[in-house]
């Protein structure tokens, strides 16, 4: 598969959760993310695999809508994520590997 190639696995219906849309993200002149396409319906399983510097963390960061992409789109139950991010994050849930708490709140004060 080519960096712009479209892979979408081969299923009958599904419901679109996840799509890139030729997302691509540039810090200055390099360019972390170069046209990413794809579609992930509801019910797979999919795994962001790749070396350091491929753009895992980057696609992530641009579905949660903690960055903006330079181009293309990226959406959420057919929402772009920039466009209407308080409508996206509904659908979304994000457990970071280091997790930072307010240590005087509760714990249902720091979700808030």
């Known amino acids: 598969m080519q960096n712009g190639d479209r892979f979408e696995p081969e299923r009958e219906g599904g419901t679109q959760v996840l799509e890139a849309i030729n997302l691509k993200k540039t810090y200055g002149s390099h360019e972390a993310l170069k046209g990413l396409n ?3 319906n509801a019910g797979d399983i999919y795994c962001l695999l790749g070396a350091n510097g491929a753009g895992k963390t980057t696609t ?14 990226a959406k959420v139950n057919g929402i772009d994520v920039t466009e209407n991010p308080l409508e996206t994050k509904k ?17 249902l004060e720091n979700i808030q």
């Open 38 to 40: 794809l579609t992930i």
């Open 60 to 73: 992530i960061n641009l579905f949660l809508n903690f960055i903006d992409p330079s181009g293309g789109s």
């Open 91 to 107: 659908f979304l849930a994000y457990i970071p590997e280091q997790v930072m708490l307010y240590p005087n709140l509760t714990g």
